[in-house]
Nanobody, 125 residues
């Protein structure tokens, strides 16, 4: 059974930082592209960032480019989202996702095969 378990969310002031982690189990970690999505209250889920199977390619939404960094640790089957210079509009539930079919870094949720349950990020202004 595939599981993606997020952690690291919380409450932070604008300008601060948070580090989200997602541990994958039940799947060959090297065989999936990984990504992060978020959903703010009353809004649709949106793409945040992604990383290819090898870790060589990353891709970010324009809204987070230069502030967020995604990485993966194959030994720990973990993908991490480092979030700096947080803004109030970064508030939302952050979801980890895995895509078995993507050979690059995913750009949207169309090919996502597995989702985590999410972790809440709240940025106070």
């Amino acid at each position: 059974q595939v599981q993606l378990v997020e952690s690291g969310g919380g409450l932070v002031q604008a300008g601060g930082s948070l580090r989200l982690s997602c541990v994958a189990s039940g799947i060959t970690f090297r065989s999936v592209a990984m990504g992060w999505f978020r959903q703010a209250p009353g809004k649709e889920r949106e793409f945040v960032g992604s990383i290819s199977r090898s870790g060589a390619i990353t891709y970010y939404a324009d809204s987070v480019k230069g502030r967020f960094t995604i990485s993966r640790d194959f030994g720990k089957s973990t993908v991490t989202l480092q979030m700096n210079s947080l803004l109030a509009e970064d508030t939302g539930i952050y979801y980890c996702a895995a895509d078995r079919g993507s050979t690059q870094a995913m750009h949207n949720m169309a090919g996502v095969d597995y989702w985590g349950k999410g972790t809440q990020v709240t940025v106070s202004s």
